[in-house]
């Protein structure tokens, strides 16, 4: 039950966030890929506050490297997401 609602919230970030950058003029994928890289950031960096390890783990070991890691993979998953239901939509 989690999971879907973690789709939910990430769906309805991802519209609001690409409606709002419509509204700033910008094109929409900016917008979702901002929120992706910042969900992406706060999500690495509360792996390494939960999770991480302190020793010698490259990612995991300093907060900025886990965050970093977070907001790269964050905004990738979110412009793939947003290819991927651009190109439903457009079919």
């Not at 789709?7 to 917008?31: E, F, H």
Request: charged fraction near 10%; proline fraction near 2%.
């Amino acid at each position: 039950m989690l999971f879907y609602f973690e789709i939910v919230v990430i769906l309805l970030c991802t519209k609001l966030a690409g409606d709002i950058s419509v509204r700033l003029g910008q094109p929409s994928v900016l917008g979702k890929l901002i929120v992706g890289i910042i969900i992406g950031g706060a999500t690495g960096w509360l792996y390494w506050k939960y999770f991480g390890c302190t020793g010698t783990c490259t990612i995991t070991s300093k907060p900025l490297n886990s965050s970093l890691y977070g907001g790269l993979i964050g905004g990738l998953l979110f412009y793939t997401l947003i290819s991927f239901v651009s190109k439903k939509n457009h079919n």
